[in-house]
Structures are given as structure tokens and as C-alpha cells.
């Protein structure tokens, strides 16, 4: 299933995201993940943060961030109530999304970004054998792996998302639902 299902058409709806000047396109995916297309000149200038976590991975443009910058194949994690201070896709932006919880946005008169966050660019960090958590709730792995359930998975550097019980050969981001 090719990640890019956004411009195929398939089943999905607008959303104007708390704070933000365009409407993005959201297709969910299941367990909390969903695709979101934002368009170019996109932003949210407004300050507030998400009461749930999220990590995200970009798959195509660049998605600012409280001023970090973020690339095709970058994965994010910020934690739930972690600061925002801007956001934007000045060329538009492609991003596999994943949230912890109900993603509720906070407007807040904080200036400056709060908390932990990490960044990883996924097609060049080194990953030790049985893999690199990079939150509780995912794993990059190099080797093909059986689970007992299935998880999402995307490949890089194809971008291609699936569900599944096998982690395929290659290096491979894997989400499990809690």
C-alpha cells in the first residue's frame, strides 16, 4: 500500500487544525495513526500543545515545528503537553502521524517550546541488533521479524505503509498499538 494514499483519492476529510490558517487533509488509518496532507503555506502561528503524545514521521516536504525543521524521512516524538510555538510547511508536507491519545489542542501566551522532544533521521541512524526504540511505542529494525499481532509498518526509503505480522526485509519503522 503505497504511503501517498492522500492523492489517490481514498476515503479521508479536511480538517482546520486549533490555530492554523489552512485546512489539512486527514486520512486515519486506524489505532490513533493517520496520514495528514498539509497544503503549501500552511501554518499555525498560534502557541499551545497537544494534551496527548505524538510522533510522527515526514515522508515528503518539510514540516517546521517550534522552529526545527524536518525532512523526509525524520522522525518526530513530542511528548503530551509539550509546548508549540509555530508550526508550518512552507512548500506543503506529507507526514505519517501517530497520537498516544485524543489529540486536543491547548491554546497557551507561552513564548517558548517546553519539554523534551526528539528528532531521528530514520535512512541513516545506525541500529543495533533487535533494533532502536525510539518511543515506547515504536522500534526501527533492519531484519525481517515475525510478531504475535500486527503492527503498523513503514518501510523506508520506499515510504510504504502497512499493517501486518510480518516486519518485512529492509529497514523498518514499526508502531505498535498499546
Same mark, same amino acid.
Given at each position: 500500500?503505497?504511503?501517498?494514499?492522500?492523492?489517490?483519492?481514498?476515503?479521508?476529510?479536511?480538517?482546520?487544525?486549533?490555530?492554523?490558517?489552512?485546512?489539512?487533509?486527514?486520512?486515519?488509518?486506524?489505532?490513533?495513526?493517520?496520514?495528514?496532507?498539509?497544503?503549501?503555506?500552511?501554518?499555525?502561528?498560534?502557541?499551545?500543545? &497537544? #494534551?496527548? !503524545? @505524538?510522533?510522527?514521521? +515526514?515522508?515528503? =516536504?518539510?514540516? $517546521?515545528? *517550534? /522552529?526545527? %525543521? &524536518? #525532512?523526509? !524521512? @525524520?522522525?518526530?516524538? +513530542?511528548?503530551? =503537553?509539550?509546548? $508549540?510555538? *509555530? /508550526?508550518? %510547511?512552507?512548500?506543503?508536507?506529507?507526514?505519517?502521524?501517530?497520537?498516544? =491519545?485524543?489529540?486536543?489542542?491547548?491554546?497557551?501566551?507561552?513564548?517558548?517550546?517546553?519539554?523534551?522532544?526528539?528528532?531521528?533521521?530514520?535512512?541513516?541512524?545506525?541500529?543495533?541488533?533487535?533494533?532502536?526504540?525510539?518511543?515506547?511505542?515504536?522500534?526501527?529494525?533492519?531484519?525481517?521479524?515475525?510478531?504475535?499481532?500486527?503492527?503498523?509498518?513503514?518501510?523506508?526509503?520506499?515510504?510504504?505503509?502497512?499493517?501486518?505480522?510480518?516486519?518485512?526485509?529492509?529497514?523498518?519503522?514499526?508502531?505498535?498499538?498499546?
Amino acid at each position: 500500500m503505497l504511503i501517498d494514499l492522500l492523492d489517490a483519492g481514498l476515503p479521508g476529510h479536511e480538517a482546520l487544525l486549533p490555530g492554523s490558517n489552512l485546512p489539512v487533509r486527514v486520512t486515519p488509518l486506524g489505532g490513533g495513526t493517520s496520514l495528514v496532507r498539509f497544503p503549501p503555506r500552511w501554518s499555525r502561528p498560534g502557541r499551545g500543545h &497537544y #494534551l496527548a !503524545g @505524538e510522533e510522527f514521521v +515526514l515522508l515528503e =516536504g518539510e514540516l $517546521r515545528v *517550534s /522552529g526545527v %525543521a &524536518y #525532512l523526509p !524521512g @525524520e522522525h518526530a516524538w +513530542l511528548p503530551a =503537553g509539550a509546548l $508549540r510555538h *509555530s /508550526g508550518a %510547511a512552507p512548500a506543503g508536507a506529507l507526514v505519517c502521524t501517530f497520537f498516544a =491519545g485524543e489529540p486536543t489542542w491547548v491554546s497557551s501566551d507561552l513564548d517558548e517550546p517546553d519539554g523534551p522532544s526528539l528528532r531521528t533521521p530514520l535512512g541513516s541512524v545506525v541500529v543495533p541488533g533487535g533494533g532502536l526504540p525510539l518511543t515506547p511505542h515504536s522500534v526501527l529494525v533492519d531484519t525481517p521479524v515475525p510478531l504475535d499481532h500486527p503492527a503498523e509498518m513503514i518501510t523506508v526509503p520506499s515510504w510504504t505503509w502497512e499493517l501486518s505480522t510480518l516486519i518485512p526485509e529492509g529497514r523498518v519503522l514499526v508502531r505498535w498499538t498499546p
